[in-house]
Nanobody, 125 residues
Framework: QVQLLETGGGSVQSGDSVLLSCVAS????????WAWFRQAAGKEREFVAH???????WYADSAKGRFRISRDNAEKTVRLYMPSLRPEDTAIYYC???????????????????WGQGTQVTVSS
C-alpha cells in the first residue's frame, strides 16, 4: 500500500519560510509525477504545484514566482519550499502522486492516484 507522509507544517509569521516534505513508501517514486495541493478552511482544495518525472515544475498563479517544488528520487521525497508566506497561504497542504511521469491536466485533483493526510500551515500577520 502506497503511503505518503507530509511533514514541515506549523505556525509561522507573515514573511517567514516553510519547507514541506512528503516521503513516499511502497511506490516506484522515480516513475511518478507529484504535486502539492492545499485546502483552506471553508474552501475547495486547490492546486499549488506539480513536478514531472523529469523534474519540471508547474505552478498555480498564486505560487508562481514564490514557491518551488522539487523531488529527490533517492530519498523518495517531494518538497515544497514556500518563502515569503502570507496569511492567505494558510491551509492544509496535501501531497499527491500520479502513476504517470507526465500528467495532464496536472492541476486536476481527480487525476492523482495517491494522497497524503495533509499538514497544516498557518501564517499569521
Amino acid at each position: 500500500q502506497v503511503q505518503l507522509l507530509e511533514t514541515g507544517g506549523g505556525s509561522v509569521q507573515s514573511g517567514d519560510s516553510v519547507l514541506l516534505s512528503c516521503v513516499a513508501s511502497n511506490v516506484t517514486f522515480e516513475t511518478h509525477s507529484w504535486a502539492w495541493f492545499r485546502q483552506a478552511a471553508g474552501k475547495e482544495r486547490e492546486f499549488v504545484a506539480h513536478i514531472t518525472q523529469g523534474a519540471n515544475g508547474w505552478y498555480a498563479d498564486s505560487a508562481k514566482g514564490r514557491f518551488r517544488i522539487s523531488r529527490d528520487n533517492a530519498e523518495k521525497t517531494v518538497r515544497l519550499y514556500m518563502p515569503s508566506l502570507r496569511p492567505e497561504d494558510t491551509a492544509i497542504y496535501y501531497c499527491a502522486g500520479a502513476r504517470t511521469g507526465r500528467l495532464w491536466p496536472y492541476w486536476q485533483s481527480s487525476k492523482y492516484d495517491y494522497w497524503g493526510q495533509g499538514t497544516q500551515v498557518t501564517v499569521s500577520s
